[in-house]
């Protein structure tokens, strides 16, 4: 079992910038993928971006490349996202998600482990 715990959400102005954490802990041993998630009203649950444990290989969304940056610190358990340039879009609830493995993928089905999710609202 791995429980996840996001926090760092908020509301912050058009062009302005969050980091939101997301602290694992129970069985975080092993090569796993840590990934963000977005979740707003009307849409369905997007992939944001990944990393891997292994070699810390990342993948982004095409929508929050060069804006988004996802490290992790393997220490702590904890995966970060560092969110530049913000949109009024990128207002959605974020929750970090976990699978066992060493391969990012962007699908909902292949992450087995949720958080509960932090809100971002983007004001224009």
């Known amino acids: 079992q791995v429980q996840l715990v996001e926090s760092g959400g908020g509301l912050v102005q058009a062009g302005g910038s969050l980091r939101l954490s997301c602290a694992a802990s129970g069985r975080t041993f092993g090569p796993i993928v840590m990934g963000w998630f977005r979740h707003a009203p009307g849409k369905e649950r997007e992939f944001v971006a990944g990393?891997?444990?292994?070699?810390?290989?990342?993948y982004y969304a095409d929508s929050v490349k060069g804006r988004f940056t996802i490290s992790r610190d393997n220490a702590k358990s904890t995966v970060y996202l560092q969110m530049n340039s913000l949109k009024p879009e990128d207002t959605a609830v974020y929750c970090c998600?976990?699978?066992?493995?060493?391969?990012?993928?962007?699908?909902?089905?292949?992450?087995?482990?949720w958080g509960q999710g932090t809100q971002v609202t983007v004001s224009s």
């Open positions: 998600a976990v699978r066992m493995g060493s391969v990012v993928v962007v699908t909902t089905t292949g992450y087995r482990y």
């Open positions: 990393i891997s444990s292994i070699g810390g290989s990342t």
